[in-house]
């Protein structure tokens, strides 16, 4: 049973205009909500978290929400670049501390920047 | 910055072999992860460490063993490689719970083909 789902495997955005990448979640004890990176051949980078206390958090042109009610959160990417051309992960942790525990990860979109 | 380094960036086994994946972090963080990433499935966890010689199964142990004899040091050993072993391996570190940091850093990757 998949914990964290990301329902869209791609996405095509034009350069410039906002990226909107979605994610679900079924486990009610997850209450501390990752976002990382990928490109081919190289490891996930981490880009921006997110604790079930707050519903948004910003970082330069990375804004995550979460929405605790409808167990879904969204990062949020404007304005676009060529360079965030990438594999997003979205990944939960059942303790606000992170814990010791490995992240869930859910499959991960694939993000297209169209020129 | 930190810094996760995994021993090997591509590695090509025979089916039976034992085979040991390494990975080393500068960070002294407590925590330490083995993934193994898949088309279509995301990042799956197969075991994880909090400290010097303990360990905790993941999600998908089966087949895998692993060593931490120090600190930086988180080894994930195959006993027998089989065909469908053949992945992406992650390594991820972070710090122990509860020090307000909770992103775990992964290494580049090791592309483990079993033939």
């Known amino acids: 049973d998949q914990q964290v789902k990301q329902n869209s495997p791609s996405l095509s955005v034009q350069e410039g205009r906002i990226s909107i990448l979605n994610c679900d979640y079924t486990?009610?004890?997850?209450?501390?909500f990752l976002w990382y990176k990928k490109y081919p051949a190289e490891g996930p980078t981490f880009l921006i978290s997110?604790?079930?206390?707050?519903d948004k958090n910003e970082d330069g042109r990375f804004t995550v929400f979460l929405n605790k009610s409808a167990k879904h959160l969204s990062l949020h990417i404007v304005p676009s670049q060529p360079g965030d051309s990438a594999v997003y992960f979205c990944?939960?942790?059942?303790?606000?501390?992170?814990?010791?525990?490995?992240?869930?990860f859910g499959k991960g979109t694939h993000l297209i920047i169209q020129p | 910055d930190v810094k996760v380094t995994q021993s090997s960036r591509y590695l090509v086994k025979r089916t039976g072999e034992k085979v040991f994946l390494e990975c080393v972090q500068d960070?002294?963080?407590?925590?330490m992860f083995w993934y193994r990433q898949d088309p279509g499935l995301g990042l799956r966890l197969i075991y994880f460490?909090?400290?010097?010689?303990m360990k905790e199964k993941g999600d998908i142990p089966e087949g895998y063993s692993v060593s931490r004899e120090k600190k930086e040091r988180f080894s994930l050993i195959l006993e027998s490689a089989s065909t469908n072993q053949t992945s992406m391996y992650l390594c991820?570190?972070?710090?122990?719970w509860g020090t307000g940091h909770y992103e775990q850093y992964f290494g580049p990757g090791t592309r483990l083909t079993v033939t």
């Open positions: 991820a570190s972070s710090w122990r």
């Open positions: 486990n009610s004890m997850f209450d501390y």
């Open positions: 997110i604790s079930s206390i707050k």
């Open positions: 990944a939960a942790s059942p303790y606000s501390g992170g814990g010791a525990d490995g992240l869930t």
């Open positions: 960070m002294d963080h407590e925590n």
């Open positions: 460490s909090y400290d010097v010689k």
